[in-house]
Nanobody, 121 residues
């Protein structure tokens, strides 16, 4: 079994900051891409940011310059530093890690349960 556990969500005023973390546990051989997605009420889930095993990053345009994604491979953890938060950032944030459990296995996507981020105006 592989489990992802997210932490760091909460309520913050516009202009504030939050840091999300997501740690994977279980039998894991290697992790390729790690990422954060979000889903606001009535909207589809969207990619916020991801980071490859080589450190390459992708950000949705609306968070560029405000959010920073990072990873700690030893801890099987991905972080999202969110600064200058806006009310439109309000959503449930989900972590996803693409994991291979054994050397001979294939990569599969695993999701965390989600953490609520609410930004008040």
């Amino acid at each position: 079994q592989v489990q992802l556990v997210e932490s760091g969500g909460g309520l913050v005023q516009a202009g504030g900051s939050l840091r999300l973390s997501c740690a994977a546990s279980g039998i894991i051989f290697s992790i390729s891409t790690m990422g954060w997605y979000r889903q606001a009420p009535g909207k589809q889930r969207e990619l916020v940011a991801d980071i490859t095993s080589g450190g390459g990053t992708t950000y949705v345009d609306s968070v560029k310059g405000r959010f920073t994604i990072s990873r700690d491979n030893a801890k099987k953890m991905v972080n999202l530093q969110m600064n200058s938060l806006k009310p439109e950032d309000t959503a449930i944030y989900y972590c996803k890690q693409t994991i291979r459990r054994v050397l001979s296995g294939r990569y599969s996507d695993y999701w965390g349960p989600g953490t609520q981020v609410t930004v008040s105006s």
